[in-house]
């Protein structure tokens, strides 16, 4: 019975683009080898879109609005898999990569002893010009008179947005910079690093680590090495940065179809980054006889759309296959390898890893334990759920109340519900792989019926949410914003000298 957990996740990543779901490029030797030793969940489904929806469901086996959508992220209600570890006597410790809705202030570092979120680290800008540049300047002023005007004529933004887009790529390029320099977060080595250190501090303890990389998200700024390694050591630093800017502008897409050869090896030189470092971990957990006890997780919190549906990045429009199917396998020496194709949602993650290592799970979680019916080889017929809105910034209360947007996935049907606009799309992922070709929802048989009244029944269970929680989730948030605007509440100020 392995007695220590590793988990981790990679934001950003789909499913098709790592080699044991099928990509032919080489983005992750190391991991390929790991899952033909592993389960592999081949239909590994998020439990909602982005980050903010999908990783309650992973670290408190729960649903992003079981609780109402005030509460984003986990709250005091949440029995963790971090805390019941913790209870069971585990060492805990986190390490994620400067994602800022993975903080504390989103409930993230509970359970955890040690949880270090990287958030101090100030990130590169976004334009790849130094923060002194034309901003407050007299050509700063100017440029934002010139702005004015061209938006005031329909026909001259565009037009603006080009010429300042080129006028900052051309200032860059003066600028000295590397791939390093130009990174907004931490790559997965820097993680990697201080959870070995934090390994090696704890004897034979039981631990459970979680790791969350960002290497894949945008903007993409891999290492050299990983470039190198895909075989696209080409792209220089000035290349990668000009990619970027046109890829963050939001090209339209027939623009982004041009430039898509160029920006995906970007994206793959991200996910082997993290491949090598999992190597490298590997490695030193088997050197501290760490690695025969313990279970490894790996998956994503999401994937990522290059415009395959009109869409590009994470935002959750589409809930098409490249944003919510992830890779999924869960490797330890107790478990037999096996590929299994019934879908699995990231609410069943955490109580059959807890399962796994004889944990008992905690009575909140929601998801099913999966343990059992994996080693009698049974397949199971119920359907994940993925739960978002149509908001990208749940900072703001108006925001986090848009409209719903619901995807109920089998193995071979998908469902897509957008309350707001009343719209329903229904696909035969075996006859339609890309999802070009919606079915009609009939509500009457099928597989219309059959998801409809799935979509229902997870709705009406979403309805209650809790009243208390809204109302803590709301203070706290209030709390956050004084704090930004005035410093830290309750605290002593200490005087400048
Ligand atoms: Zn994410």
Redesign the pocket.
């Known amino acids: 019975m392995p007695n220590s957990l590793v988990l981790i996740t990679v934001?950003?990543l789909r499913s098709d683009h790592v080699g044991f779901m099928g990509y032919g490029h080489p983005t992750t030797p190391f991991l390929d080898s790991l899952a033909a030793q592993s389960l592999v969940f081949e239909n590994g489904i998020v439990a909602g879109v982005?980050?903010f929806y999908?990783l309650p469901a992973l670290l408190a086996s729960r649903h992003a609005f079981k609780y109402g959508r005030d509460v984003v992220g986990l709250c005091e209600a949440d029995v963790t898999l971090a805390s019941a570890l913790k209870n069971a006597g585990y060492a805990t410790a986190a390490f994620t990569a400067g994602?800022p809705?993975l903080a504390p202030r989103f409930g993230y570092n509970l359970g955890f002893d040690t949880f270090h979120d990287f958030l101090e680290l100030e990130p590169a800008p976004t334009n790849g010009l130094g923060s002194n540049s034309a901003g407050q300047s007299l050509l700063g002023r100017l440029n934002q008179v010139t702005e004015r005007i061209c938006r005031r004529l329909p026909s001259l933004g565009p037009i603006y947005d080009e010429l300042y887009f080129q006028y900052c790529q051309h200032l860059a390029t003066r600028a000295t910079e590397s791939l390093d320099s130009l990174r907004r977060y931490p790559a997965a080595d820097v993680l990697v690093d201080q959870a070995k250190t934090w390994l090696a501090s704890l004897g034979r303890a039981p631990f459970f680590l979680w790791l969350h990389f960002m290497d894949p998200?945008g903007p993409y700024y891999p290492k050299k090495e990983a470039l190198r390694a895909i075989g696209h050591a080409e792209i220089t630093p000035q290349r990668a940065r000009y990619l970027n800017g046109l890829w963050t502008r939001g090209l339209g897409t027939a623009r982004s179809h041009r430039y898509w050869q160029d920006i995906v090896p970007l994206y793959d030189a991200g996910i082997r980054w993290v491949d090598q470092q999992v190597a490298g971990l590997g490695d030193a957990m088997k050197k501290l006889q760490l690695w025969d006890n313990s279970v490894l997780a790996f998956t994503a919190?999401?994937g990522e759309e290059f415009f395959e549906h009109g869409a590009g990045g994470?935002a959750p429009w589409t809930m098409k296959e490249e944003l919510i199917h992830v890779p999924l396998f869960l490797h330890s020496s107790s478990a037999k390898p096996a590929r299994l194709k019934s879908p699995i949602s990231h609410v069943d993650v955490a109580p059959t890893l807890l399962s796994m290592m004889d944990v008992p799970a905690p009575a909140g979680f929601e998801g099913t334990n999966r343990w059992k019916a994996v080693q009698l080889a049974e397949e199971w017929d119920e359907p994940a759920i993925v739960d978002s809105t149509e908001c990208i910034n749940p900072n703001r209360s108006e925001t986090r109340l848009a409209p719903r947007v619901l995807c109920v996935r089998e193995k071979r049907f998908k469902l897509i519900l957008r309350l707001g606009s009343h719209q329903e799309e229904l696909f035969d992922l075996e006859a339609d792989p890309g999802e070009q070709h919606p079915l009609p929802v009939c509500p009457e048989d099928g597989a219309g019926r059959r998801l409809l009244q799935h979509a229902r029944r997870h709705l009406v269970k979403m309805q209650s949410g809790a009243p208390r929680l809204r109302l803590q989730a709301r203070l706290n948030e209030l709390r956050c914003q004084i704090e930004t605007s005035v410093g830290p509440i309750g605290e002593q100020k200490s005087d400048a000298v």
Request: aromatic share 10%; net charge negative; proline share 9%.
């Open positions: 934001d950003c982005p980050t999908s994602n809705y998200h919190d999401h994470h």
